[in-house]
């Protein structure tokens, strides 16, 4: 998460906003993102089924609650899936991608040259 909050002027370039969704309650998320100093949202998601419509898989459960591995979606604007990566985010493969869909963005002519 640090890696993202170092990045989110570069996001921001590009366009992009970063959500941490997590299956922690949101008292642990709040104090979770102050010791980080996060100001990008985080959302408390303890049934999991936000993560499991992105095709994240829970693991076995853990005290009666669902994990899920780590993974990185980029979702275009029009809420279409165009990036899935499990794992530990790969900011400089991210960043290369949030380029990309830009240029496209504007190459669009839907979409009048805006991103």
């Known amino acids: 998460m640090e890696g993202h909050q170092r990045n989110l002027y570069l ?12 299956v922690d309650d949101v008292n642990t998320l709040k104090n979770w993102a ?7 949202p985080l959302l408390s998601n303890v049934t999991g089924f936000l993560g499991a419509s992105f095709g994240v898989e829970p693991s076995p459960e853990i005290k009666g609650f669902p994990v899920f591995s780590r993974r990185t979606v980029i979702i275009d604007k029009t809420g279409i899936i165009r990036y899935v990566r499990d794992g530990s985010p790969n900011y400089k493969d991210i960043l290369l991608f949030l380029k990309k869909l830009n240029q496209e963005s504007r190459s669009d002519p839907t979409t009048g040259g805006k991103p």
């Open 34 to 40: 102050k010791s980080l100093d996060l100001t990008f």
């Open 11 to 22: 996001y921001d370039r590009f366009n992009a906003r970063v959500l941490g969704v997590s």
